[in-house]
Nanobody, 122 residues
């Protein structure tokens, strides 16, 4: 069992940067972590994921070059750095955890954070 608590996000201007954080508690050793987002009226979309060691990351093509995922296992925290923000990045962002999977499939993640709103103004 894991609990995920997110922080960060908010309102930002296009071209700016934001960093989202997700702190995990409970059984975290060996977990894979992912970030997803969901815009109003749209399905939840994969953004990025990372292995326990941090050595393997998967980044969605739609955000590659602007989004960076990283983690600190000492702090039980995964981060999503968002640079060169665009209005289309506006969405609720979710972190998620899986003990077995590092990738894009929403259904492979077991635990989810509460979500945090990111709004980008043009």
């Amino acid at each position: 069992q894991e609990q995920l608590v997110q922080s960060g996000g908010g309102l930002a201007q296009a071209g700016g940067s934001l960093r989202l954080s997700c702190v995990a508690s409970g059984r975290t050793y060996g977990s894979y972590m992912g970030w997803f987002r969901q815009a109003p009226g749209k399905e939840r979309e994969f953004v990025a994921s990372i292995s326990w060691s941090g050595g393997n990351t998967v980044i969605a093509d739609s955000v590659k070059g602007r989004f960076t995922i990283s983690r600190s296992n000492a702090k039980d925290t995964v981060y999503l750095q968002i640079d060169s923000l665009k209005p289309e990045d506006t969405a609720v962002y979710y972190c998620a955890s899986s003990m077995t999977y590092n990738g894009q499939a929403v259904e492979m993640y077991t635990w989810w954070g509460q979500g945090t709103q990111v709004t980008v103004s043009s």
